[in-house]
């Protein structure tokens, strides 16, 4: 049973739109949230993590927001870019837990030039 | 730069052979893990190792068994490979600040 679910499954955005990418988990204890970015033919990359004590974070075009109450999260990626064609997988770990991570199924996103 | 390298790229590899996937990362890292990668399901975690002759199971262990001898390697074993473990398989490494590094994974065909 997967204990973080990732919607969508894939998406289009034409270059310079926002690309969003949704996210929710079942386990309340989780106290760890990250994004990884995975290329063809490589290993995900860490882009971005948040913890549950705030709602938002941002670097540079990306940015999460977090809902505690809702237990979801989700993935903006302003401005797209054709760079950023990738498969984004969201995550979910517990510090007591070693950082075992949770990963949802993940999205393939495509920026059309 | 942290390295985490998957002794192979592509692996092929007959029904009820002994598969060795090795793993090995350069930045002292404790924590290792292997997780297995199919489309639709995501990442999921296979076998978990804290230390040195330390391991746990994750959520599908079963039909893998792991190793870890030294504190730089992490090996993955499939005792008798089946054709349903046919998959993409990533290796990563965990530092202290919670970043997971991952190798660039080892395609594994069972034919």
């Known amino acids: 049973q997967q204990q973080v679910k990732q919607s969508p499954q894939s998406l289009i955005v034409q270059k310079g739109g926002i690309s969003i990418i949704n996210c929710a988990y079942e386990?309340?204890?989780?106290?760890?949230f990250p994004w990884y970015q995975q290329f063809p033919g490589k290993g995900p990359a860490l882009l971005i993590a948040i913890r549950p004590d705030v709602s938002e974070k941002k670097e540079g075009r990306f940015t999460i927001s977090f809902n505690k109450s809702a237990k979801q999260f989700s993935l903006h990626i302003m401005d797209s870019q054709p760079g950023d064609s990738a498969t984004y997988f969201c995550a979910a770990a517990l510090e007591a837990n070693d950082y075992k991570l949770s990963f949802g199924a993940g999205t393939t996103v495509t920026v059309r030039a | 730069d942290v390295k985490v390298t998957q002794s192979s790229r592509y692996l092929v590899k007959r029904t009820g052979e002994k598969v060795f996937l090795e793993c090995v990362q350069d930045?002292?890292?404790?924590?290792m893990f292997w997780y297995r990668q199919d489309p639709g399901l995501g990442l999921r975690l296979i076998y978990f190792?804290?230390?040195?002759?330390?391991?746990e199971k994750g959520d599908i262990p079963e039909g893998y068994s792991v190793s870890r001898e030294k504190k730089e390697r992490f090996s993955l074993i499939l005792e008798s490979a089946s054709t349903n473990q046919t998959s993409m398989y990533l290796c990563?490494?965990?530092?202290?600040?919670?970043?997971?590094?991952f190798g660039q994974g080892t395609r594994l065909t069972v034919v």
């Open positions: 190792s804290y230390d040195v002759k330390m391991k």
């Open positions: 990563a490494s965990l530092n202290r600040a919670d970043e997971a590094f």
């Open positions: 386990n309340t204890a989780f106290d760890y």
């Open positions: 930045m002292d890292h404790e924590n």
